[in-house]
């Protein structure tokens, strides 16, 4: 007998629960192994409740949620659909994917990423194969099959060169991913492309494939303050050498550019960044960002004496977010305590060498970031080690806290070859 209350609970935990541990994932209030022991056992739980279901709670209960608005309901619905890898879900899924919401697309493009198994691959590298499907489709099943496979199955020349953004870059993040062959004229023409998504793909892809076209592009897009240069800003902070660093900082004088220099300059290790991020602590609208650069390279907490409450924003209230950033919840610096720890203890830090949470940078100390730093920092070490292990080393973030644990377990520090050196060290081909 189907205790359907018992089912529904399942369905409504598990969808909030996702909304949870998406959040998680990006929250600096959390390490690795609490998301693991948090909402991530407690999501894989109900989500196992509901597949306990079999086909009447796919047709009662399901599928049905697959017509709701709410995000969770619709991602655990589609999740719980795929783990047993059946073509028809993904077709419904899919089916006019191209009028659905974005809210609706990504969620699809999330289940795709993570659920199912060998046979949703096999599935997504035939409608990649056949290559009819909407644009839009072929990204999102690209995207999946990339990530999802360790090797190429797939051939990428048609959709290197789709004149489809969306396509182009899943393509070139599949390049990395892959470490497909790319001759120097395709690696050109993304790196020119006035697509910011199609740039910031071609950027990762280049490097993995050890282009030096791509650090050079990454340094002039920081150089001349182009628009969209986050990824191009981040890249050159934890690859750049001094120089490189201090053409970022100089940066910090255009207002629009603040927010994604100070992001950047905390992935850096750099002492000089600490000084150019310090009169930020006085700014705000980026306090919070200047601080966290601030401890990623220093490892002081913004806690205790070094933090203070936020001053009241009444009148940015209108442009507040409906859904607050994970930046927004990092504490609020003092900004006199942290100028004056940072006089007492900057003779600790040398000049041109990386730092990383007060320590000089070692690949034993990025491997144990990864699993004990808070988990908004781990995105940028995770991009850092796949380009310092010339893609060896593949981390997906955004993928099961459990699997992440698992293969970092598995990890030695001789996996990351270049811990600490500026990128043009190992970025030499054409």
Request: with cysteine; proline share 7%; glycine share 6%.
């Amino acid at each position: 007998m189907i205790l359907w209350d018992i089912l529904e609970e399942h369905l409504n935990e598990a969808a909030f629960l996702w909304g949870q541990w998406e959040r998680s994932l990006r929250s600096h209030r959390y390490v690795l192994r609490e998301v693991i022991d948090g909402p991530e056992e407690r999501l894989l739980a109900h989500v196992e409740g509901l597949r306990e279901g079999g086909a009447l709670a796919i047709e009662r209960l399901l599928r049905p949620a697959l017509e709701e608005e709410e995000a969770g309901l619709f991602c655990t619905a589609a999740f719980t659909l795929l783990s047993d890898s059946m073509a028809a879900h993904l077709d419904t899924l899919l089916d006019g994917f191209d009028e659905a919401s974005e809210q609706r697309q990504s969620c699809i493009r999330r289940v795709l990423e993570l659920g199912g198994g060998e046979a949703l691959t096999a599935r997504l590298e035939k409608i990649l194969t056949e290559g009819t499907a909407p644009a839009s489709v072929l990204a999102t099943a690209l995207d999946a099959v990339s990530l999802r496979q360790p090797h190429p199955r797939v051939e990428l020349k048609p959709f290197l060169s789709s004149a489809v953004p969306r396509l182009q870059a899943a393509a070139l993040r599949a390049v990395g991913r892959w470490l497909s062959p790319l001759d120097t004229a395709a690696m050109a023409r993304p790196l020119d492309s006035p697509d910011a998504s199609v740039r910031d793909a071609a950027l990762v892809a280049g490097l993995l494939l050890g282009r030096r076209a791509a650090w050079s592009a990454c340094r002039h897009f920081v150089d001349a303050r182009a628009p969209a240069m986050a990824r191009a800003a981040l890249l050159v902070a934890m690859g750049g050498q001094p120089k490189d660093i201090e053409m970022l900082t100089k940066a910090l004088g255009a207002p629009e550019l603040q927010g994604d220099v100070l992001r950047a300059l905390g992935t850096s290790g750099s002492p000089a960044a600490v000084e150019a991020c310090l009169p930020f602590l006085r700014n705000p609208k980026v306090a919070h960002l200047a601080a966290e650069a601030i401890s990623t390279i220093t490892g002081l907490v913004v806690e205790g004496p070094f933090r203070r409450e936020a001053p009241d924003n009444e009148g940015d209230e209108d442009d507040a977010p409906l859904v607050p950033a994970p930046e927004d919840e990092l504490p609020f610096p003092d900004h006199e305590a942290i100028e004056a720890w940072w006089r007492e203890q900057r003779k600790r830090f040398m000049p041109g060498t990386r730092y990383l949470h007060g320590q000089p940078m070692t690949a034993a100390l990025i491997l144990e970031a990864l699993q004990q730093a808070p988990m908004l920092r781990r995105p940028a070490l995770a991009l850092n080690v796949t380009i310092r292990s010339k893609g060896a080393v593949r981390l997906n973030p955004d993928g099961f806290a459990q699997e992440q644990w698992a293969q970092l377990s598995r990890l030695r520090p001789a996996s990351i070859s270049h811990p600490a050196q500026p990128y043009s060290d190992f970025v030499q081909t054409l």
